[in-house]
């Protein structure tokens, strides 16, 4: 009996369009089929066996819990999992990957001997609908296919399969040198067979795949290998047909473990997709940053008054929230949750993340696209009449809306590059007002936004309470680094948000305001805040502060470099969904920023604004 396994347990694959989590005893406990944020045929992520699994691994007693890989890794620069189990009675290694598709989605298995003789064994457990439909199954043409309404999936099995206690098995022995695959395919069941799978040829063309895709970068500091692992996972939460970009491949891993802070992030956070883009254009990856320019363009469309916070991945609007009540959750974590509510929040840092985005993109000189410029003017025209409003901020919180200072800070960042932007001549605007408009939003930030009495900015006007996002003010250039401000608020997240190892809280959840987010609960340390404090440090000159940090929170990352959204001090373990775009995004912006504080120069201290 397999129970689901800690979220750092679990490796990712995937091709660009969806994504697997394989745990450390061969079992894959999540999969979507055929996108990110399609309905899952296995969920026993978010629940028990009973709602779906593909277990391959050396065979173990019915009743004994499936023994976990003695080694793990990717091959080399891919996304190409290696597991290698050594038993009693010899060594297996089973090879996992999902190719980049052009037809049929595919989860590839291939089994390979490297010592003695091995027994193994393949339990597949395919429940369609989030564990809730138990599919038709049966055989074509020596095929084994589960049929459930609009979905089908089909098995290619070298051995003989048989079905009990609905579930498809296969036994058989590896020995030294024997490879032997096994693919799932998913197809719309009105249609013909997908084609018969080619495994090794399909592993050759990932792994090139890969390896052409890692060669673009040019980063090639001190910590290349933690970075290429960071975009190599962006890379990954990248829906290939339309440049959306996820904020996670999962929903509802929870950030209090039991509780109730359970989300779905399998949709396209605009806020994520422009910090995402922004790294991946620092590190040389403009297709990429061209084709998210061209999916916000297509997702905005001619109605910027009406931007979402968040869209689907290939730029739905309607993301409705409902819950899973047929899931117990993971480790009890109720409710399961799908779609977000979130999407009709009012998020004004979302102008401002969408502008420095666009600003970045023309400023290293991808190609000009007028329309981007026209949306960025429009964007402005609305955000002149609306920036002033309290909102829900950052954190989408589910509480009253407030005057949240990171908010504004953004605003002023939407202004400043849009200012900048006319300032250059490639297009027209009103640029006289718009100079006041962004004087005025500074003056009234550190007006009411600013506590003197404890020098540092606070999370909301008229708050005491801090706020992690506080972080982003010198990062953004809304005041230099040196500004006592700035280092007084930096030394009180430090004192008020830090947990007992360092980390940094997003915001009290306890005290005179708890409860600002309208939610019950607790929750770990934000690990992207985390990395905002060790770039903040560093560009205060303290750096080898900064270094200590961010080396702490290297340490954090699983085996594979995987990270989730938060960490739990109290459990010391990852929590959040997984793996999380918005923890690996600090972490490349931080390396490159101590790769600058060091012997590389100062080619990006100046901050996001600048180009690299």
């Not at 970009?245 to 929870?254: E, G, K, N, Q, W």
């Not at 290297?554 to 109290?570: I, S």
Request: net charge negative.
């Amino acid at each position: 009996m397999h129970v689901a396994g800690r979220i750092e347990d679990y490796a990712l694959i995937g091709d660009m369009q969806t994504a697997a989590l394989v745990c450390r005893d061969g079992t894959a406990d999540w999969l979507c089929l055929p996108r990110f944020d399609s309905h899952a045929i296995f969920a026993g992520l978010l629940g028990t066996d009973e709602h779906g699994f593909w277990r391959l691994g050396p065979a173990h007693a019915q009743d004994a819990e499936p023994p976990a890989a003695d080694r793990r890794r990717y091959r080399g620069d891919s996304l190409v999992l290696e597991s290698e189990w050594d038993t009693p009675r010899g060594t297996v290694r089973v090879i996992d990957f999902m190719p980049p598709r052009d037809g049929a989605p595919q989860l590839i298995r291939i089994v390979e001997g490297v010592s003695g003789r091995v027994r193994m064994r393949s339990a597949l457990r395919m429940r369609f609908s989030y564990g809730w439909v138990v599919p038709w199954v049966h055989k074509v043409d020596d095929r084994t296919v589960a049929v459930a309404g609009p979905d089908s999936v089909w098995l290619d099995s070298p051995v003989p399969t048989y079905g009990e206690d609905l579930t498809t098995y296969a036994d058989f022995t590896i020995s030294p040198g024997e490879r032997m695959a096994f693919t799932i395919s998913w197809q719309p069941s009105h249609k013909e067979p997908p084609p018969l799978p080619e495994p090794e040829t399909s592993l050759e063309a990932t792994e090139e795949f890969w390896r052409e895709w890692v060669a673009q970068c040019t980063y090639h500091g001190p910590y290349r290998d933690a970075v290429v692992r960071s975009l190599i996972t962006l890379k990954a939460l990248t829906y290939g047909p339309t440049g959306g970009i996820v904020a996670a491949p999962t929903t509802s891993l929870p950030e209090d473990v039991g509780g109730s802070r359970n989300w779905d992030y399998r949709f396209t956070w605009l806020r994520d997709a422009a910090i995402t883009l922004s790294s991946l254009l620092r590190t040389g990856y403009r297709e990429e940053a061209r084709a998210w320019r061209e999916w916000l363009l297509r997702a905005v469309a001619g109605d910027p008054e009406n931007l979402q916070i968040m869209y689907g991945i290939a730029g739905e609007r309607e993301l409705g929230e409902t819950e899973l009540t047929w899931l117990p959750g993971y480790e009890n974590s109720q409710p399961v949750r799908v779609g977000n509510g979130a999407a009709g929040q009012l998020q004004l840092d979302v102008y401002g993340e969408v502008t420095e985005a666009l600003h970045l993109a023309h400023m290293t000189g991808l190609a000009r696209n007028d329309y981007a410029s026209l949306l960025q003017i429009k964007l402005i025209s609305y955000l002149e009449d609306h920036w002033d409003e309290p909102d829900e901020g950052i954190w989408e919180v589910r509480g009253p809306r407030r005057h949240f200072v990171h908010s504004k800070v953004m605003a002023w960042v939407a202004v400043d590059r849009t200012v900048k932007l006319i300032e250059s001549g490639d297009v027209d605007g009103p640029l006289d007002r718009w100079r006041d408009l962004r004087d005025e939003i500074h003056r009234t930030v550190c007006e009411k936004g600013y506590d003197k009495e404890r020098n540092t900015f606070t999370q909301s006007y008229g708050s005491r309470e801090l706020d992690a996002s506080l972080l982003l003010i010198p990062q953004m250039g809304f005041l230099p680094p040196d500004d006592k401000r700035v280092i007084g608020t930096i030394e009180a997240i430090q004192r008020e948000l830090s947990t007992s190892d360092g980390f940094v809280l997003r915001y009290p959840t306890e005290g005179e305001e708890a409860g600002v987010d309208g939610l019950e609960g607790d929750e770990g340390a934000f690990l992207a805040c985390s990395f905002w404090l060790a770039d903040d440090l560093a560009m205060i000159g303290r750096v080898e502060e900064a270094r200590k940090l961010f080396e702490k929170l290297l340490a954090l990352r699983n085996d594979l470099g995987l990270l989730a959204e938060e960490w739990d001090p109290r459990l010391q373990r990852q929590v959040g969904n997984f793996p999380q775009a918005f923890s690996h995004v600090p972490l490349i912006d931080t390396a490159l920023r101590l790769t600058a504080s060091g012997a590389y120069g100062a080619l990006w201290l100046s901050g996001p604004g600048s180009p690299p």
